[in-house]
């Protein structure tokens, strides 16, 4: 290591280096801003007048907007840089439809996920310079800054003739319902020589002129114009075919719940989704993208999106950009996830294979066998194990019914709260030690939990007026979310912070490739070990998932004679050459340098 690496190590990343970490380098701390800090109450209603259902504000109900801005997250940016995170994802900024859905099942949308504006902040969040300054001061400190984006769809504006006052719209094939013919096989010739969205030539969609070919597109007269850029607000730039069931076809080109899907084929639609997100890049420099929905957009969208990108950021200055798709699955199925890297040519995806293995193996449902199962598929990656450790790994997220700690009360009921706080603490020192890039979700270091609904699971950091939020016990703490949450001695943001801090010192943790030791068929030991790709210093990770201590002999490299326990119980030295002997307690951890 050079002494200027060295002096790197020992102050922390300065404001001018975080241009050269590789995204593995980063500890990513993902938050909503419409649930993180309220730094401005009078953006609370977006400039908007009259009820929740027009302002989209209603802080006591967990479906609508509750305050938080960006001007609230820039005040609390020594509270993420103290957990020891090194990068920000936010959710969306863009401005979104206030509030939608049928009568009576009204929600807002204060998660971001519902753009009618992609070059505006949504008024509820701040404004544009506000964004700029936020960003400013998130480099200042030598973080990044990702956005994210959404391409696969806007905001429920485009309904159908045919599904009018009914819950919902049954998708309509291609087969059943051809573009060259007005609601169905029998139906009157329109869109004449239109080959369909296969050819993404100019040519072939200057033949595509009419989008009643499935259903009848109808746009409230009062929403005509309110997307932008304005070319969003031509019907022709959506498929039109009704809801996805997420199978086949409709995967790609049925809306997501009503959401306008994009006719992300179109070559209009390509060049202005590029169009769009440069101008983000170019104006603030943000460090890369994660991408919404990233599996419903056809690939060869994303062949031409990804380039245009990376491109745009390195004529910024911004040469190690981070692009990570969304590629949600209920199961560890890491092919599912490696596939959008290979064909759609995604650099990375978020690592949902290693939330379902981690979430398994610590609320002990699951054999460490199954942890050894999901990087046993890191290959099946485009770029290999070298590309697996740019996945940003998660053990919590804002889709899934509830944060960690609910799965495990759920897989262990009448666990005392104890065990359910080490059993977190447990899939901590996975995520943060492991290869991936650790990404904490906002609220996971306060010991939140949730009822069962992605809503459950999108609680106040700032005090909150959601009685079923308030309600929660929170693990390690006697705290509830009735009072704000941004508490540095909780046992859990204590953890956090001296992992990362662990982490983002030791190359092997952060840049090293892995060797599985030991997994059985059974919960109880995993060890596995990482190491420095200068020189090849080992860097031993023991992890016993049982609730009996684990005593038991250990390969390592002949050459890994003396360690030190950067956490938990280490041994000294080895006992041969090749063989350590290594004791962990009930739910235990340790982090052991060689030397
Ligand atoms: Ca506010
Ligand atoms: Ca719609
Ligand atoms: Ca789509």
Redesign the pocket.
């Known amino acids: 290591m050079s002494l200027v690496a060295l002096a790197l190590l020992a102050t922390g990343p300065s404001a001018a280096d975080y241009r050269v970490r590789l995204p593995e380098d980063e500890v990513i701390y993902f938050l909503l801003p419409d649930r993180f800090e309220?730094?401005?109450?009078s953006?609370?209603r977006g400039g908007l007048t009259g009820d929740r259902l027009q302002t989209g504000f209603d802080p006591t109900h967990k479906g609508f907007y509750h305050?938080?801005?960006l001007t609230?997250l820039t005040k609390r940016l020594d509270y993420i840089q103290g957990l020891g995170a090194t990068a920000v994802w936010v959710a969306p900024i863009f401005k979104n439809k206030p509030v939608q859905g049928p009568p009576g099942q009204e929600s807002a949308g204060y998660h971001g996920y519902w753009i009618t504006d992609f070059t505006q902040v949504d008024p509820?969040f701040g404004t544009n310079a506000e964004f700029k300054a936020l960003v400013d001061a998130v480099h200042a400190r030598g973080m990044k800054f990702y956005m994210d984006i959404v391409v696969n769809h806007t905001a429920d504006v485009i309904h159908f003739a045919e599904c009018e006052g009914k819950n919902g719209c049954p998708y309509r094939s291609i087969a059943d319902y051809p573009y060259q013919r007005r609601g169905g096989v029998t139906g009157a010739p329109i869109n004449f020589g239109f080959g369909g969205g296969g050819d993404d030539s100019a040519a072939n969609f200057a033949k595509f002129k009419d989008p009643n070919y499935a259903y009848t597109v109808k746009i409230a007269p009062a929403e005509k114009d309110i997307k932008r850029p304005a070319w969003l607000n031509d019907p022709i730039y959506y498929h039109n075919r009704g809801d996805s069931t997420f199978r086949g076809e409709s995967s790609t080109m049925g809306d997501f719940v009503g959401l306008d899907d994009v006719f992300t084929e179109h070559p209009r639609v390509v060049q202005g989704m590029i169009d769009v997100f440069s101008t983000w890049i170019d104006q603030y420099g943000v460090d890369g993208f994660r991408i919404d929905t990233a599996q419903h957009v056809n690939p060869e969208f994303w062949q031409k999106f990804v380039p245009a990108m990376l491109a745009r950021a390195k004529a910024r200055g911004i040469p190690h950009f981070h692009v990570f798709g969304e590629v949600a699955m209920d199961d560890m199925d890491p092919a599912h996830t490696a596939e959008n890297t290979r064909v759609d040519r995604l650099p990375s995806v978020l690592d949902f294979a290693f939330l379902h293995a981690v979430r398994h193996a610590v609320a002990g449902e699951a054999p460490t066998a199954e942890l050894a199962k999901l990087f046993r598929a890191d290959p099946l990656y485009e770029g290999g194990a070298a590309a697996a450790l740019r996945l940003p790994t998660f053990i919590s997220n804002h889709d899934s019914p509830g944060h960690l700690a609910t799965f495990i009360q759920r897989a262990r009921p009448g666990a005392a709260d104890n065990e359910v706080l080490r059993r977190v603490m447990l899939a901590n020192a996975m995520l943060l030690t492991l290869r991936g890039v650790p990404t904490i979700y906002s609220g996971d270091e306060q010991g939140f939990a949730g009822k069962g609904g992605d809503q459950d699971a999108r609680q106040d950091m700032f005090q909150s007026q959601v009685a079923s939020y308030n309600e929660d016990k929170l693990i390690g703490t006697s705290a509830t979310t009735a009072q704000a949450n941004f508490d540095t001695n909780h046992p859990l943001y204590r953890e956090i912070a001296e992992l990362a801090r662990i982490r983002t010192s030791h190359r092997a943790l952060t840049r090293g490739l892995q060797l599985v030791r030991y997994s059985s068929d059974k919960p109880g030991l995993f060890a596995i070990s990482r190491f420095d790709p200068d020189g090849g210093r080992e860097m031993l990770l023991l992890f016993n998932t049982s609730m009996q201590p684990v005593e038991q002999n250990v390969q390592v490299e002949t050459r890994s004679a003396q360690f030190t326990a950067l956490a938990g119980p280490c041994p000294t030295a080895a006992q041969a050459p090749g063989s350590v002997r290594i004791t962990v307690p009930p739910l235990g951890y340790a982090v052991c340098d060689a030397r």
Not at 38 to 41: A, R, S
């Open positions: 309220n730094g401005d109450p953006n609370d305050g938080g801005d609230g509820h």
